[in-house]
């Protein structure tokens, strides 16, 4: 297994922690809020700091600075390289401040731009400016997490930043609940029906968890030997090379945020097509986060290094294994997510104040997001490649290109067609596939990332045995259902059952036609397992 899949696998286990953990703290909070007014204000308000540190930190800035970072250490050494982190560390810091400054000042405003359609239920806006309020300083504690993040993955550390959002769910979940009671004291503690205090204390919460997230990294990065100061150096040549990466960045990234921002828009109209669109697109981003955000973080600092030493051959044969494994992985998680969404949304959030209603339109909207869970998948791995060859300006077209389309794809799924929050997941996912497919089109005509033939020969190898899987999990399922027959409260326990045992058949059944079919990942992994046998 080359180094690029091993730094994978251990990404991709420490974010599947941190995805469950994610999708744990989704679970709790809606189970006390259920999906409608309250909860659509939390997302309302938590979606106007994650939109600035997705474009900021976690987006532009983030991947400018690993890829320069990573050549800095490459070519001129550790302390060439602390003293860039220190002067971009300054920089965001007084960028971030001012802007959550700025954001406190303005929320009035912002909310009315991006949640209209909140003024059409009762204290439903004044509930979201109160909450973006608190939670507006959440993007300083997670853009310094991010930079941090970024100064480990180019020391080839990938564990413990990977991990570091296990640690915002985690603090989350408990503070968010804690305050949530504190703030607001329930008769029945195991029923609570929570209103506008219990959600200011989930606020609060959750705040506390974005600086867990930055905090846990730290002493990883003072072992490194890093020590911060504040420093100015505005001509500061590796400073100028992340503007210069970072500005087409933040431009495709805005056009990207203004995607979100109009979906929001167009659901903000709909009470509980938030809720519903959120927990859907959490079950999509498991394994985005799982397999997509894993691979491209281990590919990244790989990448970076062989453009560093100009070994373009090297570079197209990291990203050309990085996107066959990235689709090995995506394509049946994707099919099998479409295939038992029900099931899926029954069991896992249909609890509380989260009622049948809500399991329907949640499993129609998954079932729509899932045509982009590849695209992107794909997107997390390529758009990286393109910074680190100094083609920033390929992304960003991409990026501008999409607000129209996507557009014009929400107005006829919505007003058109009628599709209501369904059209706008079905709208996403389709951008989604739209914008992979320009980049690697885009990509394969600077590198050698093989030929049509290889990939469609490798696709549908991929689809033949996700859907071959698929059919044998559900077949097992209905022959075994016999065997299990709770009653009462004991009927989530066979929910559970169910879905491990088609997890479990599933899985197994791919693997196995994965031999058969004889795809490059499963023999790899089968001689690494040979190897670590016959070395016993």
């Known amino acids: 297994m080359s180094g690029t899949r091993k730094s994978a696998v251990i990404v991709s286990i420490a974010v599947m922690g941190s995805r469950v953990l994610g999708l744990v703290r989704e679970i709790v909070f809606i189970s006390l809020f259920g999906a ?185 990065l003072w072992r490194l030997g890093f020590r911060f100061h504040f420093r100015w150096d505005w001509n500061h040549p590796g400073l100028r090379e992340v503007w210069f990466l970072m500005i087409p960045s933040v431009i495709a990234g805005s056009a990207v945020q203004v995607n979100v921002m109009v979906n929001g828009i167009f659901a903000s109209h709909i009470d509980g097509g938030l809720s519903w669109l959120n927990c859907a697109f959490r079950l999509v981003q498991f394994p985005i986060g799982l397999f997509g955000v894993a691979i491209a973080t281990a590919t990244l600092p790989a990448v970076a290094r062989q453009q560093a030493r100009n070994d373009l051959v090297a570079f197209g044969v990291t990203l050309r294994e990085s996107l066959r494994f990235m689709f090995f992985l995506t394509i049946p998680a994707a099919i099998g997510l479409a295939f038992f969404a029900p099931r899926i949304v029954e069991l896992i959030y249909q609890h509380g104040q989260f009622h049948a209603e809500d399991t329907l339109q949640t499993s129609f909207a998954l079932q729509a997001y899932t045509l982009g869970l590849v695209g992107y998948s794909g997107i997390k791995v390529l758009t990286p490649c393109f910074y680190a060859l ?18 014009l794809l929400n107005t006829l799924t919505v007003y058109v067609l009628h599709l209501g929050h369904v059209g706008l997941a079905l709208s996403t996912g389709s951008l989604a596939m739209m914008n992979f497919l320009q980049l690697f089109f885009a990509m394969k005509s600077r590198l050698n990332l093989g030929s049509i033939g290889s990939w469609t020969i490798h696709l549908s190898k991929i689809f033949l045995a996700s859907i071959l899987a698929i059919l044998i999990a559900h077949y097992s399922l209905q022959q075994l259902t016999s065997f299990f027959d709770f009653q009462g409260s004991y009927q989530g326990v066979q929910s559970v059952i169910e879905i491990a045992i088609l997890i479990f058949i599933a899985s197994i059944s791919y693997l196995t036609f994965g031999w058969l079919l004889k795809m490059e990942e499963m023999t790899t992994f089968v001689g690494l397992l040979k190897r670590k046998r016959s070395r016993k």
């Open 36 to 220: 409608g007014k309250f909860y659509d204000a939390y997302l309302g308000a938590f979606k106007i700091p994650n939109l600035f540190r997705d474009l900021f930190a976690e987006g532009a800035l983030s991947t400018a600075f690993t890829s320069v970072f990573t050549k800095k250490l490459e070519k001129e050494g550790e302390r060439s390289a602390w003293d860039l982190a220190n002067l971009v560390l300054t920089l965001l810091l007084l960028g971030m401040g001012i802007l959550c400054l700025g954001g406190i000042f303005f929320s009035p405003g912002i909310v009315a731009i991006t949640n209209p359609g909140f003024h059409n239920v009762p204290g439903k806006f004044e509930l979201t400016v109160q909450l973006t309020q608190i939670l507006f300083p959440f993007i300083v504690f997670v853009s310094l997490a991010a930079l941090v993040m970024g100064m480990l993955n180019a020391k080839m550390i990938f564990g413990i930043p990977s991990s570091a959002s296990s640690a915002f769910n985690f603090v989350s979940i408990i503070a968010g609940v804690f305050f949530a009671y504190l703030f607001e004291p329930q008769e029945k503690i195991f029923n609570p029906h929570f209103t506008e205090k219990g959600l200011i204390g989930v606020a609060f919460g959750v705040l506390l968890g974005g600086l867990a997230q930055l905090v846990v990294q730290l002493p990883t």
């Open 390 to 407: 100094d083609l920033p300006k390929i992304p960003l077209n991409v990026s501008l290109i999409a607000i129209g389309i996507n557009l």
